[in-house]
């Protein structure tokens, strides 16, 4: 009786919060992050605990075949939803429909040879070796594709090894027992459903819980990128650096970057073209940077990097290869633009190891690059004049002047 009453409320759990992730997928427009795939999953689960509650007890019937297919098919749902959360393209109608067919087939076949104990366990043992199947994924992607979210990831892949383990405890009792095994009153039909209420009371809030982290990150994303480059923007670059300077002794030079005639392009092609032209630029300077330095669009054509730990021959050979790269980019192709390229003007700041240092950083960069400009642009302009730079880095007056002669 009391197991009865769990799969009654097991249904009202599945049925409730179907209708909450198909609410939730029609109000996230284009990606839905499987929500869809879910409600189908916790839809054709529920409705198969439904039949069992309708059938009575364990044996032989259609509405007991059509059970299992639904058992196998929410199984599949929830493996696409997952998927589909992670930005895998997965289909699920067609594959749906062709395991629902299939397993029926094979039910009737499996029946017709053996009996309904090696129906019941057939479903046990395919559960368990699903089971199986999303825990290894699970762990697997905790150090690949889902290390943002290592801790959820573990947290579902413990509760999922506990149903496995009942899969397999069950198996085991109906090749030994036979149907008697799944008898409501048993005590094990009662842990059975006692786990499965609770996995049914603390997974699905706690996909919803994933699918707004995710929205939460993408939108504090948005607001630390710039939406034409997709580079960060100044906030994002605050942000950035100030995890960076948690690092005991760490220093940093600012790249400032400006590009030379940008006007003349607008001018001469339109707006979208320079948009373009700002585009490839990003694309050139994410390339010629270090794996750990930072790259921001600071506003219109100006741009900076960060490089990180860079001495002063680091962050010039950073330098040229940003403004060489950039010189021989063509930014777009055709009779009306012949190979439209630019060029860049770098001015490299001193050394520095805080937020309030950077702004320092960019007043003498900054004039840096008004000096560069006035020299003649495509060229990299040193903030501080060689001495100066030889003493910001620690080096005694007198060996920064013997350095240097």
Known sequence: MIATLLVGMLCVYLLSFTVMFLLISRRLHGEKMGMDAFAVGNLTLGMAYVLQLLEGPAGWSWMSVINHSLTLCSLLAYCVGGARFFGRSTPLLWPLIGLAVGYAAAQVLVDWAWGSVARYSMLAAMCALCFVGMVGVLLYGARTFARDLRGEVLLFALLISGICVLNIIKLSKLLSGGLAALSMDGQFQMVF?????????????????????????????????????QLLNRRGLTEALDACFQRPSARARLLLIDVDHFKRINDNYGHHVGDVVLCGVAEALRGAVRKDDLVC???????????????????????ERVRSTIEQKVMLQGARYEGLRCTVTVAISDCFGDEKSLDRAMQTADAALYRGKKAGRNRV????????????????KADAEAALS
């Open 193 to 229: 459903y006692v786990y499965m209420c609770s996995l049914a009371t603390i997974l699905p809030p706690s996909i919803v819980w994933l699918v707004l982290r995710r929205l939460t990150d993408a939108l504090r994303n948005m607001a630390a990128r710039d939406p034409l480059t």
């Open 381 to 396: 302009e040193w903030a501080l004049p060689a001495t100066d730079r030889l003493l910001a880095n620690g080096r005694p």
């Open 297 to 319: 669009r600071l506003g219109g054509e100006e741009f900076a990097a960060i490089c990180m730990g860079a001495d002063d021959a680091a962050a010039l050979r950073v330098a």
